[in-house]
Structures are given as structure tokens and as C-alpha cells.
């Protein structure tokens, strides 16, 4: 009786999908059996990942390899979870060089591999290597990953990171004849550079720029009210500059973010806090992320950084409602049918907008009641989420011929931010801003005679309970700017000057009602 023999082998090699910020582990099954040629992928797999078959089918005959002549079955494990992108090609060739005996199968269980392939098997770039980084450091296996994904990668400092530019550079490592150095990491000093738009530009504006330290001091959300020209966009954009450098953990968070939406970050910026200012224009998956797939948004891309809305009133009344929620959670869920993510958004809105449709409030071409209907875009949980609103007025005749002025720079206000600031961590471990009704009440206690008057300018101001909260923190972050250890009466006569929308409607109501 004749027996008939059957070629059959088979591989494991580890991989990472790309979920959100998420990396979870993808085991690829490569089977080669005898049979008619056949190249399958199972898994639920995107066309991406379909299309691979052909690409490292002609890498690895143009690496001077031999495609078998098999019956070859991928399976991307788990098949429940969508796998998409070019990441699998090189785990996918891997496979099938070990499956063929054509590359030892040493040590593979110690390896995590994603690359594309390119016909000649050159490796491309692919998107999210810092999650996949950060998820490889966790599991205690190497990383091994095209050299241009190589250098962020390389920023998650507990992981080991392999880089390579070709499919034939694994053959040597493997059989330990050239075996691939482990990338290095760099301090993260050496990163960071200082920001070319500094607030000694701008001129004049004191009361602006003191709302924009005691901004940056404790991380509260900042509106300018002025005509058009006043420097409103000028001193936003000088926001970032005043604020402390983010911390490594902050900074691989915000580089995450960016990693998986095709985001450069280079080794001088990335410590550099994000400064995203999306058009009027924005939809509201724009602007908190969306899609069949869920992206991140530009309030994600913000992350431990400012978002900058110009010309608030333009945008669309839902567009603004919708970041009600994430300014509160510092979080975002996007949910779909088969889909659902949640993407940091910790981030601190400055806005700015005229005060009436034409631009200036008292031009005698808008009535009270087109004022009044222009602001009124701005819903009012919207506004109390804003702490500090202040109008920036036309600079005083002569102000641009003074050439003696001595404005300082953003590099010393961001000394005495950054000192508030770990003020602030050392005694309620976040920003006065972030602090929720229970720390509020413990970090922000008044004496009876202060807070009797708080309360009644609360009620003569019609204010909410949040927006009461809100004062308590700014005067919070007053005293933390004076190193006073409690709030006095004239922070929180300071902390109410603040509030100039509340004002502005107040008066075009009264007037609207005469």
C-alpha cells in the first residue's frame, strides 16, 4: 500500500492592528500545503490587506527568494477584529519564508514585525508605530519596523526597536551573520526648541496679555472680544509659547495622536505643544473626530495643547454645542455600528470674535437687536464653559510711533507660568482648571465675609453654577500667581472682571427692551 505524502507547513508571526490609539495583537497563521497555487487571507481583512497577496508575492522573488508553488492560508487572528493597511505585507512575507524553510525560525515568538512592502521589497512608512510601540513594550518583544517610523518609535523609551530598509536585511539577522543594532533613544532635552512667535511682538494689549497668563497659569479657556485689527489672533497664536513644556508622558500622548493621523512630528517640535486652528468651516466630525471609521478630530489633535477658534459666531451653532461635553471629560467617544473609540482631548480652547456682525460695536450699522441676535449664535452652557472672556480694544492714538516700549518676552512670562503651574501639581496634582466640584470646594474655600459677596455678585449677574465655579478657580489661579496661599477679596473682584460677554448681553438686552 502506497502512502501519499503531503508538504505541509506551517508559521506564526506577530503583528499589531491599528484600533484608534489602540495596537491590539494580531497573530499571522501562514499554512502552505500541497494542492493547486492558491494565495488566500482570511480574518476580515480590508482591500489593503487582500491586495498584499500581490506585493510580497514579486518582494520576495525580486529579494532573490522562491514564492512557493503551494496552497498558501493567512489567517490575521482574531477574525472578528477589521485589519486594514499595508502593515501585514512584511509579517506576510515573513511567514512564508519560514513556512518555505527559507528563513530560520529562530526567536520569532520574541518579535513583533509591520512594514509595507514595496515590489523590490524595499519597507514603506506606515501610521501608528508610537501605539504600536507602546503596546510591543508592554508584551517584552522587539519591534521591528521601516527605518522612517523608526526615530518616533524610538521616543517610548521602554521599548526595542529594530529598523530596517529591506526584506533581505533579516536573513543575516537571523542566522546571527549581521545581526541589527537596537535603535537608540535621545534625551528629550535635546528635543525641544523654543517658538519663533513670541508675545513681545505684540504691542500694547496689557490687560489681554495679563488674561493670557493667568490663561496659560492655571490651563482656563480664554475669549477675546474686540474689533477686527485689535492683535486677537496675534496673541493666541502666542499662547503656546507662554506655556510650560509638556512632560514626556504628555508629549508621547499628543505624538500618538498625531501618529495615527498621518501627523508629522520631528525631533526639535515634538515637545512643542499642538496649536490647531480649524476654519469656521469645520463640520463637527471635523472638529471631534468621526467617520464610518472613527479618526480623531482636531480637538484630539489638540491634545495637551490649544485650540484656537477665530471668528466664533461664524462657526455653526451645533458645530460649537458639540465640544460642550469634551471640554468637561477631556475625552471624546465617537460610536458607530460596528465601531466604537474614545480619543483624549484635554485641550484649551482660546477663541475670538468681533462684537457685532459689521466689526465694531458702536458703528451705527447694526441695530441692538442684529447684535444681539449675532451673539445669541453662541449658546449659553457653551459661553459657561469659557472662563475667562475680556475685550481687547483699539490701541491709543500714538501707541505705534513709541519705539521705547519694552514689552517682555514669551520666554520669562513662561518662567512664572511654569512656576504656578507646579504650584498647582505639587498641592491637587492638575491644573486649577481642571478641577472638579469637590477639589473646587476643597482647593478654592473663601472666609464667610468673601464668600457672601461672591454669591450676591453671582445672583446680581444671573451667572450659573458653573460659571460660579469658574470664578472660584481663576481667583484660584490669582492667588497661585501672587504665591498667596488663600484667595483674597481682590482676586475675586478680578476673577469677575472677566466676564465681558456676560456684560455685552446684559447691555444690548436693556437696550433691546427700552
Excluded at 514626556?248 to 525631533?267: D, G, P, R, T, V
Aim: glycine content about 6%; some cysteine.
Amino acid at each position: 500500500m502506497l502512502m501519499k505524502w503531503i508538504f505541509m507547513s506551517l508559521a506564526c508571526v506577530y503583528s499589531r492592528a491599528r484600533v484608534g490609539l489602540e495596537s491590539p495583537l494580531v497573530t499571522v497563521e501562514v499554512h502552505l500545503a500541497n494542492g493547486l497555487p492558491a494565495f488566500n487571507i482570511v480574518g476580515l481583512p480590508e482591500t489593503s490587506v487582500r491586495e498584499s497577496k500581490d506585493r510580497v508575492r514579486s518582494a520576495i522573488i525580486n529579494c532573490g527568494y522562491e514564492f512557493p508553488a503551494k496552497r498558501i492560508t493567512i489567517n490575521l487572528a482574531p477574525a472578528d477584529l477589521p485589519k486594514e493597511g499595508g502593515r501585514f505585507d512584511l509579517p506576510i512575507a515573513i511567514g512564508i519564508l519560514v513556512a518555505s524553510e527559507q528563513l530560520p525560525a529562530a526567536d520569532l515568538n520574541q518579535y513583533e514585525f509591520a512594514g509595507e512592502l514595496a515590489l523590490s521589497g524595499e519597507l514603506r512608512e506606515i501610521i501608528g508605530e508610537i501605539p504600536m510601540a507602546m503596546a510591543c513594550a508592554q508584551s517584552k518583544r522587539t519591534l521591528v519596523i521601516p527605518t522612517q517610523n523608526a526615530e518616533q518609535a524610538s521616543w517610548v523609551k521602554q521599548a526595542n526597536i529594530l529598523a530596517i530598509n529591506h526584506l533581505s536585511q533579516l536573513y543575516p539577522h537571523f542566522l546571527k551573520q549581521v545581526p541589527l543594532t537596537l535603535v537608540s533613544t535621545k534625551e528629550v532635552e535635546h528635543y525641544h526648541t523654543p517658538t519663533s512667535k513670541d508675545i513681545a511682538d505684540v504691542i500694547g494689549q496689557p490687560m489681554a496679555k495679563r488674561a493670557l497668563e493667568i490663561a496659560a497659569s492655571g490651563a482656563h479657556n480664554l475669549l477675546f472680544i474686540g474689533p477686527p485689527g485689535t492683535g486677537k489672533t496675534m496673541l493666541a497664536s502666542r499662547l503656546p509659547g507662554i506655556l510650560p513644556p509638556m512632560s514626556e508622558s504628555e508629549a508621547l500622548e499628543a505624538a500618538a495622536i498625531a501618529s495615527i493621523s498621518h501627523q508629522k512630528i520631528n525631533q526639535q517640535s515634538w515637545l512643542t505643544r499642538p496649536f490647531r486652528a480649524p476654519h469656521h468651516t469645520a463640520s463637527s466630525a471635523a472638529l471631534v473626530g468621526g467617520g464610518s471609521k472613527p479618526q480623531a478630530g482636531e480637538i484630539s489633535l489638540a491634545h495637551n495643547g490649544v485650540l484656537f477658534l477665530d471668528e466664533l459666531p461664524e462657526f455653526e451653532r451645533k458645530v460649537l454645542d458639540v465640544l460642550r461635553e469634551p471640554m468637561e471629560s477631556a475625552e471624546v467617544t465617537i460610536s458607530r455600528a460596528m465601531y466604537k473609540q474614545t480619543f483624549p482631548a484635554k485641550f484649551q480652547l482660546v477663541a475670538a470674535m468681533n462684537p457685532s456682525p459689521t466689526g465694531f460695536y458702536n458703528d451705527n450699522r447694526s441695530t441692538p437687536e442684529q447684535v444681539l441676535r449675532y451673539l445669541n449664535r453662541l449658546s449659553g452652557p457653551f459661553l459657561d464653559r469659557i472662563d475667562i472672556q475680556i475685550e481687547v480694544t483699539r490701541l491709543p492714538k500714538g501707541m505705534w510711533a513709541n519705539t521705547e516700549q519694552h514689552n517682555e518676552s514669551s520666554a520669562q512670562i513662561q518662567e512664572r507660568v511654569a512656576l504656578c503651574r507646579t504650584l498647582q501639581l505639587k498641592r491637587q496634582g492638575k491644573a486649577n482648571a481642571h478641577l472638579g466640584s469637590a477639589e473646587t470646594r476643597e482647593f478654592c474655600q473663601l472666609n464667610t465675609d468673601e464668600h457672601e459677596f461672591l454669591e450676591l455678585a453671582v445672583e446680581k449677574l444671573g451667572l450659573s453654577t458653573r460659571a460660579h465655579h469658574k470664578i472660584l478657580k481663576i481667583a484660584r489661579t490669582l492667588a497661585d500667581m501672587g504665591n498667596m496661599e488663600n484667595i483674597q477679596h481682590e482676586h475675586i473682584i478680578e476673577a469677575l472682571s472677566y466676564r465681558a460677554m456676560d456684560r455685552l448681553l446684559r447691555h444690548l438686552t436693556d437696550a433691546v427692551a427700552i
